[in-house]
């Protein structure tokens, strides 16, 4: 048999085995390199050596980078905030509970990432490193998700002292019994109601003027323009040179959303003071006299699309997560959630 013995004497918490030379125990300290010289002897009493080199790590530990994450509900974000120190790499992250609707956790590095969909007061979160060694370590942190605070409606301008036509014609009149629309001079008509929209055809019919890019009066047969002028209620409406892009509602200025557009085009054709319009200056270029597929006078405003939803600054009173906009599909004034980026688009007013 071999009897085994070692020098230096080993760290604490380490034993050497004498019969077999096996190394055992759970060191207690972490220790920088250092070198050992094993000797063995038989049983004629002849012996050998050998060197080795022992290095202990410092013992793994979870870090807290940020003991609090205050997040913005409906913003891109991106965090480490508990890391694996020492131990073996590499390392795993899991973390309970669950997190928020709309974040995400890398379990090979520890970041938790995405946009963060719903508010929530401070809530607290436990992260479990582990190490190649399988030995695991925690640390905890917070998460508080501040609600979204839409930008307020700015105010209406001062009221003019006409309203436009709603676009309905003399011939779209209803009479007494029937569902069909008729001409409002016949008799049907008259006795059902003799102020229905068609009787006033003529009264502030709807009036536009060309804008062009410095803000000049263009001739009505103009072959471009940059806005629309409506005449009735002196507002000035952006016109699109090509199909436009469909944007959110949040009023916070984050990328793709209407109040970055709206603030990026603050000034156009020459002009400034351009923004997003509330939901009453909007329904004012509304044709409702168009049958269904574009209510809007597309001669002015030709490049919108069929089934266009455009937003406006008007909030829905019932929700904050929720704002007005118009279908020029149809003339459908409704409200929608401030997130939906696929069929709202927008049109730009100012006050000429």
Not at 13 to 21: D, E, I, V, W
Not at 28 to 49: I, P
Not at 207 to 221: E, F, P, R, V, W
Request: glycine share 8%; proline share 7%; with cysteine.
């Amino acid at each position: 048999p071999y009897i085994y013995r070692i020098s230096p004497s080993l760290p604490s918490g380490l034993t050497l085995n004498s019969a077999t030379g096996a190394l055992s125990g759970t060191p207690t300290a972490a220790q920088g390199a250092a070198n050992y010289t094993v000797t063995v002897t038989d049983s004629g009493s002849r012996t050998a050596t050998g060197t080795f080199t022992m290095t202990i790590a410092p013992a793994l530990s979870a870090s807290v980078n940020t003991p609090s994450l205050t997040l913005n509900q409906g913003v891109a974000m991106s965090s480490n905030p508990v890391v694996g120190v020492s131990g073996r790499s590499p390392y795993s992250y899991g973390i309970n509970p669950a997190l928020p609707s709309g974040l995400s956790f890398n379990s090979s590095t520890g970041e938790i990432s995405g946009v963060p969909a719903n508010a929530q007061p401070s809530t607290s979160y436990t992260v479990t490193v582990t190490d190649a060694n399988l030995k695991t370590a925690t640390a905890s942190f917070t998460i508080a998700i501040t609600a979204i605070t839409p930008t307020p409606a700015p105010p209406s301008p001062a009221p003019t002292s006409k309203l436009p036509y709603s676009g309905v014609t003399a011939s779209q009149c209803y009479a007494a019994d029937s569902n069909n629309l008729v001409a409002c001079s016949t008799s049907g008509a008259i006795s059902l109601n003799g102020r229905q929209d068609g009787h006033r055809a003529d009264i502030n019919a709807m009036n536009y003027s060309k804008i062009g890019s410095n803000g000049q009066t263009l001739a009505a047969d103009a072959s471009s323009w940059c806005a629309v002028k409506d005449n009735i209620t002196g507002l000035m409406w952006e016109n699109h040179e090509y199909f436009p892009f469909t944007y959110t509602n949040y009023g916070d200025q984050r990328e793709y959303d209407a109040s970055k557009y709206a603030a990026e085009n603050a000034t156009l054709c020459g002009v400034s003071g351009w923004r997003l319009p509330t939901v009453d200056e909007l329904q004012t270029i509304v044709d409702y006299g168009k049958p269904s597929g574009t209510t809007i006078n597309t001669t002015w405003f030709p490049k919108t699309p069929i089934d266009s939803w455009y937003w406006t600054s008007s909030p829905y009173l019932g929700s904050s997560s929720q704002a007005w906009g118009i279908n020029f599909s149809n003339g459908y004034v409704g409200y929608d959630s401030r997130s939906n980026d696929f069929s709202f688009r927008v049109r730009l007013v100012r006050a000429s």
